[in-house]
């Protein structure tokens, strides 16, 4: 069983003990929401449609009707949960429970969403960016655990962070901290979403992989690649996860294309290792897997870009929530709310 699958349980028996809290995870266009206990254990999770462009209302109802599914879960409904955790892309203000514009929400502008939602349930709501809920996870639960600081890069369509000082999430001086994914290695390169250049989202997210693949079969159509076969022979639709499957069946051009990915990641986990020299870093996130057999390669490199003589100490670990890390995240910002141990 891996990590992910591991950490829900197979049955629907609620546990009558209280202590309970409701993690709901929001994108752009799913909803995801679990009972999670103290231990991080994720004991039942549904996962719903996210109606993101059609106005606050509609979109604040998807999110109720998210928790009200799986609170039906518990025999007694909702007096059994302490807390509901919240984590949604940023920007959002963490301390005034406030979602301020993420691209991939537009029904959300300076929405106060935790105090609607504390007009409907009578217990604390909390909310938080999903990387930085997802990190405080890993750091409380997963992969984190017994380390002090923590640093965790979740990779997929984009890149996000979060960083964890002495069990708490960092969030800087208004909330907006732990941007990672936006620092630029290239200020000639190309142009991120968020408007700079050289981000390494832009550079080695799973579009990015994408990207690169369909640009060195462009370039060498004599080439052979397993890619082009597992894209029905169209350049267009190779992506990521191609890229990866190809990569497995020893594809040689996949190789290269994830040892640039590599390369490009390397440099920037050097400069995050010089900033803030964690006790260990962690990569979630759906490209995570496909990056696995890389991670010792990214540790090599380190030194090339790094003037901490130590930063090979650092490991570079797998996630340990995968898919279910925003229902766990958001659910660990509730943290303080579980029932003490008996």
């Keep these: 069983m891996d990590s992910a699958s591991a950490n829900i349980s197979s049955s629907a028996a609620i546990p009558q003990h209280g202590g309970l809290v409701i993690g709901v995870d929001i994108g752009g266009t799913k909803i995801a929401a679990g009972i999670v206990d103290r231990a991080g254990q994720i004991i039942h999770e549904i996962r719903t449609s996210m109606i993101s462009n059609n106005g606050a209302e509609p979109a604040i109802s998807a999110v109720v009707s998210a928790i009200e599914s799986v609170s039906r879960e518990m025999e007694t409904g909702q007096e059994l949960f302490r807390a509901i955790g919240i984590c949604s892309p940023g920007p959002l203000n963490p301390a005034d429970g406030i979602i301020i514009n993420p691209p991939n929400l537009p029904c959300w502008r300076n929405f106060p969403i935790t105090a609607d939602l504390a007009k409907i349930y009578p217990v604390p709501v909390l909310l938080d960016n999903d990387g930085n809920a997802a990190a405080l996870a890993e750091a409380l639960w997963g992969a984190g655990r017994g380390y002090r600081n923590v640093f965790y890069v979740t990779v997929g369509t984009g890149i996000g962070t979060g960083i964890i000082f002495d069990g708490k999430i960092y969030h800087g001086r208004t909330g907006a901290a732990g941007e990672g994914g936006h620092i630029s290695i290239d200020y000639r390169?190309?142009?991120?979403?968020?408007?700079?250049?050289?981000?390494?989202?832009?550079?080695?997210?799973?579009?990015?992989?994408?990207?690169?693949?369909?640009?060195?079969?462009?370039?060498?159509?004599?080439?052979?690649?397993?890619?082009?076969?597992?894209?029905?022979?169209?350049?267009?639709?190779?992506?990521?996860?191609?890229?990866?499957?190809?990569?497995?069946?020893?594809?040689?051009?996949?190789?290269?294309?994830?040892?640039?990915?590599?390369?490009?990641?390397s440099v920037w986990l050097g400069n995050i290792v010089d900033l803030l020299e964690p006790d260990v870093i962690i990569v979630g996130g759906g490209v995570a897997q496909m990056l696995t057999p890389f991670f010792p390669q990214i540790r090599d490199q380190l030194s090339a870009w790094c003037v901490n003589s130590r930063c090979q100490e650092i490991p570079i670990i797998l996630a340990h929530y995968g898919a279910h890390a925003g229902v766990a995240g958001a659910a660990a910002l509730c943290s303080a709310f579980f029932a003490p141990s008996a």
Excluded: H
């Design 189 to 265: 390169g190309l142009r991120c979403g968020c408007g700079k250049r050289g981000c390494i989202e832009a550079l080695a997210a799973g579009p990015a992989i994408g990207e690169r693949a369909r640009a060195k079969l462009e370039a060498q159509k004599r080439r052979e690649s397993i890619m082009l076969d597992l894209a029905g022979g169209e350049v267009e639709a190779v992506t990521s996860q191609i890229v990866g499957k190809a990569y497995d069946a020893g594809d040689c051009l996949a190789q290269e294309v994830l040892s640039e990915t590599v390369a490009l990641l």
